[in-house]
C-alpha cells in the first residue's frame, strides 16, 4: 500500500512538472508573437533570464489558478450563468496580471487585452497536457475527473465500495424513439449502437430499447414530474390558468415547479425516486435527492439548503475548465449564427426566426449545462452514489428551432452520444458497478407554426370567435373573414330567454395559452370550468369557428349534458365516456390511447375551458404548433407522443413483450422496480387514488 502510495505521488509531480514546463514553453512563444506581452525589461535581458521570468510567471499563475480561482468562483455563485461565462476570461487574465506583478523578476508585462488572450491559451493548453498525461493513468484519471466534477461532495456521503450496483439515468430531452433508431443506424450514436448490438457495432447488445407513451401533455414537466415523484396529476400543460389562485402556471418557472413538486408529493406520500443517496442534476424537480446541482424547483429557495448553484462551482472551480467551456459556448453562438444564416439563404421550410438572445440560450443549453451536469454524474458515481438521474437539454433546445430531424439536431445527437461514451468510461473507474439507463421525457413532431400557415395565431382566432377586436392584419386573413362572419351570424339568432348576449369586458376577455400544438382558453371572470351551454350563451360562435378550422384536430369542453364532450369538423360531438380505440370519433388520427389520455386530463381539477389540440397529418408526421417552433411537443400527434426507454438486459424488462408502456407515471413504477432489483433506494409504492379517498 506504501509503495503505491508514494508511486502516485511521484506520478502526480511528474506530472505537475510536465504541465509546468509545457506552460512556460507557451508563455514564451505568447511573448514573441504578441507585441503587447513582454518577458523582459526595455533594455534587453538574456535569454537565461527570460526563461526564468516566463518560468517564474508560468508556476505563480498556475498557483493562482489552482488557490484564488475557486474562491472567485464561489463569490460568483450568484451570478447568472451567461454573465459568469462572460466573466471566465476577464478573471483568467486579471491572475495573468498579478502573476507577471508580483513576479521577483519584475520584467513581466502585459497589456490587459493581451492578458486575457495569453491566460485564456495557457489554461487550454495545461488542460490538455493535463489531461493528456492523467488518460494515461487511469487512477490518476479517475481523481482528476472526480475533482472537477464535484468538488463540494461531502465526504464519507457515498457508499464507496459497496457490493451492490448503483444506477445512473441520462434522460435525453425530446429525443424521440424513431429519432434515436435513425440515428444509431446512421453511425451517429456509435456508444448506443454498442449497447443495442446493432450491426453496425457487430458485438452483443447489453441493453434494449423500449418505446413509451407519454400522457396528452407530451412536455417535460409533466413527464419528468411522473418519473420522478411518480404522479403527474393536475398538469394539463407546459403552461396553464389557475382559476382559483388567477395564476398562471409554467413548468420551467422555479415558483410553478417548486408547487408542483409540493403536489406530487403530497399526493403520492412519498418524497419521489431518488430519496436514499440519490443526486438530482439539471432536472426541472429534485425526486427527493439530497445531492442537488442546477434543479429548478429549488432554484428559488435562499439559504444554504438551496444547493442548485453548486454544480456551477464544481465544473467552473477549475480554471481551465471554464476556459475550455467559455471558448466553446463561443463557438457555439458563432455556429448557430452561421447555420441560422445558411437557412436564410437557402430558404428552408418550414423556418422561425432564431435571432435575438436566442444564440445564446442555445449555446447555454448545449454547452454550459451539458459539460456542467455531466460533470456532476461523474463526481456522483466516482463518489458511489446509489442512484442519479440527470436531464440534458441539448437536443430538445435546437431541434425546437432547427427541425427534429434537422442536420442541426443530428450534430447535437452525435455530442450526446460522446457524453454518454464519457459517463460509460468512468463508471470503469467507479468504486461499485454501475448500470446505465438512458431514456427521453417526449419526442418531438415536426411541422410549420399556426401562425406561418393561417395568418394568425390561436390568439387572435379566439378573440375573433369571440367577436373581439384583433389586428387588422389578422382582419384580412382567411381564418379572420370566417371567424368574424360567423360571429355575425351566430348573434342574428335567437338566444334562450337566460341567454343575454354577453358583452365583454377587459377583464373577461380570455387567457389563451399555447404548449406546443396543445392550446388551452380559460375565461378568468368565471370561477368554475365553464361549460359548453355557458361558452355558446357567451360567445356562440367560438367553439364552432375553434372545431371547424382546418388547423385544429379537435376540441375538448366540459358538457352540462354528457360531461366532458370532444369537438371535431362538420359537427362531430362525442361524450369523452364513449371514446375508445375502435370508436375514435375526431381522435381516429392520433393513434392508440388517446382516448384515454383524453379523458384522463378532462378529470383535471385545473383543465381549461377549452382544449385545442391541433391538427395532425399522419402521412407526414407533422402537427402546427401554436408556438414558434418547427420541433414542438406537447399534444397529441405523431413522435411527440413516443420517447424511448433504453435499459441494460441485466435489469428486468419494463413491461410484459405484448404489453405497452403508457404514461410517465407507469415509467416511474418501472424505474422504482429497477432500483429495488438494485438493493438501491427502497421507495414506497403509492396507493392508487381510490383506495387513498376509500
Request: proline residues 6%.
Amino acid at each position: 500500500m506504501g509503495g503505491r502510495r508514494w508511486r502516485r505521488l511521484l506520478s502526480g509531480v511528474w506530472r505537475s512538472i510536465a504541465v509546468w514546463a509545457v506552460s512556460t514553453v507557451t508563455m514564451l512563444v505568447l511573448a514573441g508573437a504578441l507585441p503587447d506581452f513582454q518577458l523582459e525589461s526595455s533594455n534587453g535581458d538574456s535569454a537565461t533570464r527570460i526563461a526564468v521570468t516566463a518560468g517564474v510567471g508560468a508556476g505563480v499563475f498556475g498557483l493562482l489558478s489552482s488557490l484564488v480561482w475557486p474562491l472567485l468562483v464561489r463569490a460568483l455563485l450568484l451570478v447568472p450563468a451567461l454573465v459568469l461565462g462572460l466573466l471566465v476570461f476577464f478573471l483568467n487574465g486579471s491572475l495573468l496580471l498579478i502573476a507577471l506583478r508580483i513576479n521577483p523578476s519584475g520584467q513581466g508585462e502585459a497589456a490587459p487585452e493581451t492578458a486575457v488572450v495569453v491566460a485564456a491559451v495557457m489554461s487550454a493548453v495545461a488542460s490538455a497536457t493535463g489531461g493528456a498525461l492523467a488518460v494515461r493513468d487511469d487512477d490518476a484519471y479517475g481523481r482528476r475527473l472526480y475533482r472537477l466534477a464535484d468538488r463540494r461532495r461531502r465526504r464519507g456521503d457515498g457508499h464507496a465500495g459497496s457490493s451492490t450496483p448503483g444506477t445512473v439515468f441520462l434522460q435525453l430531452d425530446g429525443v424521440g424513439h424513431d429519432v434515436l433508431e435513425e440515428a444509431v443506424g446512421k453511425g451517429l450514436m456509435p456508444t448506443v449502437a454498442q449497447w443495442l448490438g446493432s450491426p453496425v457495432s457487430s458485438g452483443r447488445p447489453t441493453h434494449r430499447l423500449t418505446p413509451w407513451r407519454t400522457d396528452w401533455s407530451s412536455q417535460t414537466g409533466a413527464s419528468q414530474l411522473g418519473i420522478l415523484h411518480g404522479s403527474n396529476h393536475d398538469v394539463p400543460a407546459f403552461r396553464w390558468y389557475e382559476k382559483d389562485t388567477h395564476e398562471v402556471m409554467v413548468c420551467n418557472r422555479p415558483s410553478s415547479a417548486a408547487e408542483l413538486q409540493r403536489r406530487a408529493i403530497e399526493y403520492t406520500g412519498d418524497g419521489g425516486l431518488l430519496t436514499v443517496d440519490g443526486a438530482s442534476r439539471g432536472n426541472l424537480f429534485s425526486g427527493g435527492a439530497d445531492q442537488l446541482a442546477l434543479v429548478l424547483s429549488i432554484a428559488a429557495r435562499r439559504g444554504r439548503e438551496n444547493r442548485s448553484r453548486s454544480g456551477y462551482f464544481a465544473y467552473f472551480s477549475d480554471p481551465a475548465n471554464a476556459v475550455r467551456t467559455a471558448m466553446s459556448f463561443v463557438a457555439e453562438v458563432l455556429r448557430e449564427m452561421g447555420q441560422s444564416t445558411w437557412a436564410r439563404m437557402e430558404k428552408r421550410r418550414p423556418r422561425v426566426k432564431r435571432g435575438g438572445l436566442y444564440p445564446f440560450v442555445r449555446a447555454f443549453a448545449t454547452v454550459v449545462e451539458r459539460d456542467v451536469v455531466v460533470a456532476a454524474v461523474i463526481g456522483d458515481m466516482l463518489a458511489g452514489r446509489n442512484a442519479v438521474y440527470a436531464d440534458l437539454v441539448a437536443y430538445d433546445e435546437v431541434a425546437h428551432h432547427s427541425g427534429p430531424r434537422s442536420r442541426d439536431a443530428e450534430k447535437v445527437l452525435e455530442r450526446l452520444d460522446r457524453s454518454l461514451a464519457l459517463v460509460a468510461k468512468v463508471a470503469e473507474h467507479a468504486p461499485r458497478l454501475y448500470r446505465i439507463v438512458v431514456l427521453s421525457d417526449h419526442g418531438q413532431s415536426p411541422g410549420e407554426t399556426f401562425l406561418t400557415r393561417y395568418g394568425l395565431s390561436l390568439g387572435n382566432l379566439v378573440r375573433a370567435g369571440c367577436g373581439l377586436p384583433v389586428p387588422r392584419k389578422v382582419q384580412h386573413t382567411h381564418s379572420g373573414t370566417e371567424a368574424r362572419a360567423a360571429v355575425r351570424a351566430a348573434l342574428r339568432r335567437p338566444v334562450e330567454e337566460r341567454g343575454e348576449h354577453h358583452r365583454p369586458s377587459r377583464r373577461s376577455e380570455p387567457i389563451v395559452l399555447a404548449s406546443g400544438n396543445l392550446g388551452l382558453v380559460s375565461f378568468p371572470d368565471v370561477p368554475h370550468r365553464m361549460s359548453r351551454e355557458e361558452i355558446d350563451r357567451r360567445h356562440p360562435a367560438l367553439l364552432s369557428t375553434l372545431a371547424n378550422h382546418p388547423g385544429v384536430g379537435f376540441v375538448l369542453v366540459r358538457s352540462e349534458e354528457y360531461g366532458g364532450l370532444v369537438l371535431g369538423a362538420n359537427g362531430a360531438e362525442v361524450p369523452v365516456d364513449k371514446l375508445d380505440d375502435a370508436r375514435p370519433g375526431p381522435l381516429a388520427d392520433f393513434g392508440p390511447g388517446a382516448a384515454d389520455a383524453v379523458r384522463r386530463t378532462h378529470s383535471f381539477p385545473h383543465v381549461a375551458d377549452i382544449m385545442v389540440n391541433s391538427s395532425y397529418d399522419p402521412q407526414e408526421g407533422e402537427v402546427l404548433a401554436f408556438e414558434e417552433q418547427i420541433g414542438s411537443h406537447g399534444g397529441l400527434g405523431g413522435a411527440q407522443a413516443r420517447p424511448f426507454l433504453l435499459s441494460p438486459v441485466a435489469l428486468s424488462a419494463p413491461v410484459e413483450d405484448d404489453a405497452d408502456l403508457v404514461g410517465a407515471e407507469q415509467v416511474h413504477r418501472v424505474l422504482r422496480r429497477w432500483l429495488r432489483e438494485c438493493d438501491g433506494p427502497q421507495v414506497p409504492l403509492a396507493a392508487p387514488a381510490d383506495e387513498r379517498a376509500a
